[in-house]
């Protein structure tokens, strides 16, 4: 499996279709949908259509793993099967899935066949904040009762104070999980140096 230093390229894009053949690659995708349906049920409320969840950590997965043009596919599935599973008594709105698979999108093209580094995954997720706050803002003022400056608002004091945390989730995330998907032949070899662990080898049983 090749690395690529930017998403800019024919291998790069040629691998991401390529994984929509890989039946692994798929049941990976359909396992996380699993895990987000069970990692959204965890969510902590903080206001109308607000709140603290890590189901990024598995739609960030999907796309390290499968590449952008299935994490597409994932997110429109995902976030179809969690309103219908969720039952909330509301009436679908595409916007979300729009989101969730921009998100997605910017997941794969920072992780996908990439070496992980730690600004990698900060850039990743101050991306994935500030489009979740844009548009999520605009899709609340359009379905409930507030302006758009209140949701937008609200949800910009939310992901900024949440996203050091959520970059610190990611990492520990990535650096338990790469070496494990590596030796298991799912991803190519990605940590960055600055993802591994940094033992201390100084022991001397004499002093």
Not at 34 to 52: D, M, T, W, Y
Not at 123 to 152: D, E, H, R
Not at 179 to 189: A, D, T, Y
Request: contains cysteine; positive net charge.
């Amino acid at each position: 499996m090749s690395l690529y230093s930017t998403p800019f390229s024919r291998g790069y894009w040629r691998a991401a279709a390529a994984e929509m053949k890989d039946l692994r690659k798929l049941l990976f995708a359909a396992l996380m949908i699993a895990a987000c349906l069970v990692l959204n049920r965890f969510k902590i409320p903080l206001g109308e259509n607000l709140s603290l969840s890590i189901t990024y950590l598995a739609r960030a997965l999907c796309a390290l793993v499968c590449g952008p043009v299935v994490a597409v596919v994932f997110a429109f599935a995902e976030d179809t099967i969690s309103f219908f599973v969720s039952g909330g008594g509301y009436a679908y709105f595409p916007g979300y899935a729009l989101t969730t698979a921009l998100g997605c999108l910017i997941y794969a093209l920072f992780f996908y066949r990439a070496r992980i580094t730690w600004w990698r995954i900060i850039v990743a997720k101050l991306l994935t904040n500030i489009q979740n706050v844009f548009l999520g803002s605009l899709w609340s003022a359009i379905l409930y009762s507030k302006g758009y400056l209140y949701y937008l608002t609200s949800s910009a004091v939310k992901n900024i104070l949440y996203l050091p945390l959520q970059i610190l989730l990611l990492f520990l995330l990535f650096r338990a999980l790469l070496p494990v998907l590596h030796k298991m032949g799912w991803l190519p070899r990605q940590m960055g140096k600055s993802m591994e662990k940094r033992e201390k080898r100084n022991f001397d049983p004499e002093r």
